[in-house]
């Protein structure tokens, strides 16, 4: 295995990446460099041109991320080279995948992303890893000199959120939050409504998130499995040592504080409240305060908007009394003094109004995953003309904060003040709340060094 780094910052000087410096050799006039892949490795009839061609690199390998790169693969510009996972099994899995819908068995697998991302001819990657790397290994990316699309949450907390915009403002890399919702007609048709003024002013947003839990349990130890099966070292990663047992490698580790988000708030609220962000036209800011109530947390923007995180599920989907089935999972509602509109994952819009109709004509029942490749398209042109995702890190910065906040006073168990310009929580007469800012951070394990025994 590669040796442990000594920090997160494992390239001192961001390289250029194949394409960019495919793209200033040929403005240079230099000669042309050969094609890395062939037409017929892709497997596409009208594969993009190698010098449009993007190349791609997976981190971590589970159910979402097989259903995401199977999309994924079906864009003509973008191909997938190298998977890394720490799992032997996921490993597998995954190059066959990518293999069948090439033809060929070139997809190349690390069990250390660390060496994936020293390879100079990867442009971009695809992090899908448990939420603990998330956030290290979209740094790690980003300072290696790859453009990143991150499965949300992006960050455990409200400093990586931080720390991940300060880093892809300073490297100049792309970055995509896998908040995927933004780029689906009928949340974006919604969200048009709510602006247009036909609701009239807006006066509440609801946001649909899990009911949060705060699991701190350890499972029984077992043996742990050789490092080719699974390392459990870089597994765990930044979070805290705690012994082997294969249901937490199997997905068992949601809901569990080490490894887990925000309460669980961030698992539907990474979506939903960047969808009330966005309608509120708050991309640049967040709530003023934040107070826990028995069927959810009430926020409210300095233009007197409530945003109200819903506890309409039961942790890890199971149906609640209040579910709401008819718009399916993530649902969101804005709410105007003279009419409202809703809708969710089931792309059906409802409206206080059927003569609204027009409006969002033409924007419900998109296909399954039909999101998730209009998300990986805008990801692939603001690679290509370096502008800023639909979900970049800005963005993604902002709306995490405000889940991060709602989930911080949920734990407190009590209102929150926050001061979005400077990003700290703050008391009634304007000092700092010493209690609520302790849990912008947590303590991260020194990266990856074996656990010493005695």
Known sequence: MTQPLASTSCFDHPRASRREFLAQSLAAGA???PTIVSARALGLEQAAAASERITLGVIGVGGRARGVLKAMLSLPDVQCVAI???????????????DEKYGTKDCV???????????QDIDAVFIATGDRWHGPASLMAAEAGKDVYSEKPCGLTIDICQRLAETFKKTGRIFQAGTQRRSAPHYAAARRLAQSGKLGKITRLNASVYSPILGNEWLPAEPTPPKEICDWNLWLGPAPWRPFNQLYADGKWRGIYDFDSGAKLLDWGAHTVDLCQWANGSDDTTPLTFEPTEKGIECCYANGVLLFLDFLATPFGDRGPNWNTALGTCPVKYIGDEGWVETGDLSRIDLSDENLRAEVAGAENTAKWHDVVLHWRNFLDSIKSRQPTVCNADVMRKSHIACHAAANAWILGRKLSFDPAKEVFVTADGGLDDEANLLKSRPERNPWIERQRS
């Open 84 to 98: 890394a996972d720490v799992q032997a099994s996921r490993r597998d899995i995954g190059k066959t995948l990518v």
């Open 31 to 33: 000669v042309a460099l």
């Open 109 to 119: 697998l690390y069990h250390d992303f660390r060496e994936l991302l020293a390879r």
